[in-house]
């Protein structure tokens, strides 16, 4: 258990619609990221937060977007849903946002767009 | 930018058999590098790591050594088992202050009895 929680577990929805996916980091960590891991792209960077703020971008589509609450915990919105947005959404977390750090992975949210 | 490349697999190994999966990177400055696995249905664990050239990460019998010269950081394990079959990940985390990790595609290894 890597201490990291994300729900739900499984998301199906279809074409068009709105979901929100849900990240807590392990406790101290101020630092989440998001990743998507997908057959045909493999485990691409999406977005980070450090301590409630955006701290780096990486392909993420317009389409999606994220923060990171007082509390720390964050959420993935993905809105418009295409098929190709199938995919499985880690979340990480690490104590600080250097790059020697370990990140925490989450155990995913597999999401399904029908 | 910054890039990871692994071997391709899948790699089908007998227990007790030597493993070497190779990654290079592509990279400004002095990135962190990492080796990642991911048990089935599980979500990704740090196996081992290495922050600057000539460090070598270990751990469960694993070992990698950054080599600058070369820009590799390959996997290496004397006598796999079973319980290693799994998906394994190199990455790379750049110099810039935000840690974002830059993965290789992921090599599947499975160990036959």
């Known amino acids: 258990d890597s201490g990291v929680t994300q729900t739900p577990k499984h998301l199906i929805t279809a074409t068009g619609q709105r979901v929100t996916l849900r990240c807590s980091p392990r406790?101290?960590?101020?630092?989440v990221y998001w990743y998507q891991q997908s057959l045909d792209q493999g485990l691409q960077f999406l977005i980070q937060y450090y301590n409630g703020e955006e701290r780096a971008k990486g392909n993420i589509l317009e389409r999606f977007s994220a923060q990171q609450f007082p509390d720390l915990h964050s959420e993935l919105n993905l809105s418009s849903l295409e098929l190709g947005d199938s995919a499985l959404y880690f979340c990480a977390s690490s104590v600080s946002a250097n790059s020697y750090n370990e990140q925490f992975f989450g155990p995913g949210t597999r999401l399904t767009v029908l | 930018g910054d890039s990871v490349t692994q071997m391709e697999g899948p790699v089908t190994l007998s227990e007790e058999a030597c493993l070497t999966i190779n990654c290079t990177y592509t990279a400004t400055g002095y990135p962190s590098l990492f080796w990642y696995v991911q048990y089935p249905g599980e979500g990704l664990q740090l196996l081992l790591k290495?922050?600057?050239?000539?460090d070598k990460g270990s751990n469960k019998g694993f070992e990698a050594t950054y080599r600058k010269e070369t820009t590799s950081f390959h996997l290496e394990k004397g006598s796999v088992q079973v319980s290693d079959s799994a998906v394994y990940f190199c990455?790379?985390?750049?110099?810039?202050?935000?840690?974002?990790?830059?993965f290789g595609q992921g090599t599947t290894l499975q160990v036959k009895p």
């Open positions: 990455a790379l985390s750049g110099s810039s202050n935000t840690g974002k990790l830059i």
């Open positions: 290495a922050t600057k050239a000539d």
């Open positions: 406790s101290g960590d101020l630092s």
